[in-house]
């Protein structure tokens, strides 16, 4: 009897397993069969869909059937602790292979779980016999840190487990060391399901042109945290959080540590019940940390991507995305973490001030992930670049604010439209900022009862200036700092002084009398 054809037995311990996991197993159990001994098989399934489960249970039909080991590694101590503990459910007898671990009885065990630099240690200094392993899992199998082991296995089948197929280096894609990749189940189809929870999804404009990108592909700490942790960003996070999530518990994503400190400042002079966790945090801080989010109904977790792998927490209601990335498999992690489905959530929400919804599209719409693991330098070259986001931007007034212009319809002004029809009349550029200055100075007025009612509001759309100014200074291809500010000053002193010149004026053009004194 072959295990392509086997019935995969009902366990008496461990979790029951789904029709899609079995599947999945079915098709890598197939690939054993028909590839060589040393093939290596990706398989791709998202987060939430159980894949520990999935090769828990494929470990326990391989020992059953082969006389060769298994061994599974994993890249962080909380992983390895989870697949040490989910293989025991599943009656599969283990033994962890760490800095401290005696490995005198290491033949007395058919399966072990590595951490990748321990394990690596161990094998250069001839310290454990892998010859008679035969499979090889690689847990979080993006990550490039497990590529220096693969020399030690010439003759393994390696399987390899992710999320998101496409590497954590640019420069070393996953199509370097897999032959295939096998799809499991979709966001969408798990959503349906109900095996994960369904993401709502808010995005805040952010400007992201400051950002420098580093050798890694992705942004940079120094420059996200120069960005991120200014008064304006922090206050747009509070803002948001109480627009959206006020009240709900809150996990908050950084790029650098001093962002994520700011932001426990910012929220804590707020009132609001805080914590900060990042990887320098003793092992008993951090379990103190993630205790408290646990117990507390409303708490806000503010940290530093060390929660992006090996942490489930199914009472996550949001997850902001306080960072941008250049990163799918980052992005994905990030949103993953609220996905987890409870007796009583279907939905989670997420709130992105990193413009990420716009350059990945929406978490869990179909991605081509075959084409991406064959392709990944053609997904990468083809994403869109913070400029061209921007330029597609359209202010939007929070809620609070545009209740106080509610006598107007539209409150929008698109200069990049201004500008191009000022340059195709024969016009001066300056005329899209006179005309905007007009634009504002109107809807000021119609929402007012006298000059100073409207004075006061032209203060409370600073937001919606600058983002004009920022639109403005794309079409005319300058945008030094000094003249970007000049021109932000410039632009409300000439709408005061327009407001104080000719309130009375556009007050009865659109009311059709005058105001009273």
């Not at 200014?230 to 206050?235: G, P």
């Not at 009583?344 to 919804?357: A, C, E, H, P, R």
């Amino acid at each position: 009897m072959t295990l392509t054809t086997i019935e995969l037995e009902e366990k008496k311990t461990g979790k029951q397993l789904y029709n899609y996991q079995r599947e999945a197993i079915n098709k890598i159990f197939k690939r054993f069969e028909e590839a060589p001994n040393d093939y290596h098989l990706l398989f791709q399934l998202p987060t939430g869909g159980g894949k520990t489960v999935i090769f828990s249970e494929l470990v326990r039909q391989y020992l059953k059937h082969h006389k060769s080991k298994v061994l599974i590694l994993t890249h962080r101590i909380e992983l390895c602790k989870q697949t040490c503990s989910m293989l025991s459910d599943f009656g599969v007898v283990n033994k962890v292979i760490d800095s401290k671990a005696n490995l005198d009885d290491h033949q007395d065990y058919s399966c072990y779980v590595a951490m990748v630099e321990t394990l690596n240690n161990r094998l250069n200094d001839n310290k454990l016999d892998i010859s008679d392993i035969g499979l090889v899992i690689i847990d979080e199998a993006h990550y490039n840190s497990f590529t220096k082991l693969l020399k030690f296995f010439h003759n393994s089948f390696i399987l390899g487990v992710t999320a998101t197929p496409l590497s954590s280096n640019i420069q070393l894609p996953m199509t370097d060391n897999y032959e295939e990749l096998i799809i499991g189940e979709s966001i969408e189809t798990l959503i349906k399901n109900k095996f994960l929870a369904r993401a709502k999804t808010y995005s805040y404009n952010v400007g992201l042109t400051s950002l420098v990108v580093g050798v890694n592909g992705d942004y940079t700490v120094k420059s996200s945290d120069d960005l991120y942790s200014n008064s304006d960003m922090l206050n747009k996070l509070v803002q948001a959080y109480e627009e959206r999530s006020k009240g709900k518990k809150t996990l908050i994503f950084n790029n650098g540590i001093n962002t994520s400190i700011n932001v426990f400042e910012a929220f804590k002079m707020a009132g609001y019940s805080i914590m900060h966790l990042d990887n320098t945090a003793t092992k008993r801080e951090r379990e103190f940390i993630l205790r408290w989010f646990k117990k507390t109904p409303n708490a806000i977790l503010t940290s530093v991507s060390i929660l992006t792998t090996g942490f489930d927490e199914p009472t996550v209601d949001t997850i902001i995305l306080n960072r941008a990335t250049r990163s799918l498999t980052l992005y994905y992690q990030m949103i993953g973490r609220g996905s987890r489905i409870l007796k009583d959530k279907t939905s989670f929400n997420v709130i992105d001030l990193g413009n990420n919804f716009h350059r990945f599209g929406m978490w869990g719409a179909n991605l081509n992930w075959q084409k991406i693991f064959k392709s990944p330098n053609y997904y990468l070259d083809n994403l869109i670049n913070d400029e061209e986001l921007e330029s597609n931007f359209r202010y939007e007034m929070p809620k609070e604010l545009r209740e106080k212009f509610s006598k107007t319809d539209d409150v929008s002004f698109n200069i990049k439209k201004a500008y191009t029809d000022a340059i195709q009349s024969g016009e001066s550029s300056k005329v899209v900022l006179s005309r905007s200055i007009e634009q504002h100075a109107r809807i000021c007025t119609e929402n007012s009862e006298d000059v100073y009612d409207a004075l006061i509001l032209a203060k409370e759309i600073g937001d919606d200036i600058d983002h004009r100014i920022q639109q403005y200074l794309k079409c005319i291809c300058k945008s030094t700092n000094s003249f970007t500010d000049w021109l932000k000053e410039d632009y409300r002193q000439k709408l005061r002084a327009y407001l104080l010149a000719n309130f009375d004026a556009i007050f009865e053009e659109i009311n059709g009398y005058p105001p009273e004194d």
